[in-house]
C-alpha cells in the first residue's frame, strides 16, 4: 500500500479522473520551470502528465496530488 501512496494513490491507480486541461497545461508549466537538463516534451491527456523520453508520468488524483508513475515493459505502475 506504501509504494501505491495510500488508498488516495490506490483510486488514482483504479480510477482515472479527468483534469481541466488548465490544471494539467499549469502543472506541467510548473514542472518546465524547475527541470534541469534535457527531457522530452510533455503530453497532457485525461489526468496525466507524461514525458516518454524519460518513462515518467504524473497523475492527478481525485485529493487534488499528484502521483508519480513509472514506464514498465507492460504499462504504468506506481513509482517507488
Excluded: F
Excluded at 479527468?18 to 485525461?46: C, F, Q
Excluded at 514525458?51 to 499528484?66: I, P
Aim: glycine share 12%; net charge positive.
Amino acid at each position: 500500500m506504501t509504494r501505491l501512496r495510500g488508498v488516495n494513490g490506490v483510486l488514482t491507480t483504479l480510477y482515472p479522473v479527468t483534469v481541466a486541461p488548465d490544471i494539467l497545461r499549469k502543472a506541467a508549466e510548473s514542472i518546465e520551470n524547475v527541470r534541469s537538463g534535457p527531457g522530452g516534451t510533455p503530453h497532457l491527456e485525461a489526468n496525466c502528465i507524461t514525458y516518454d523520453g524519460q518513462n515518467v508520468q504524473l497523475r492527478h488524483g481525485c485529493d487534488g496530488r499528484w502521483y508519480p508513475y513509472t514506464r514498465l515493459a507492460n504499462g504504468w505502475a506506481p513509482a517507488p
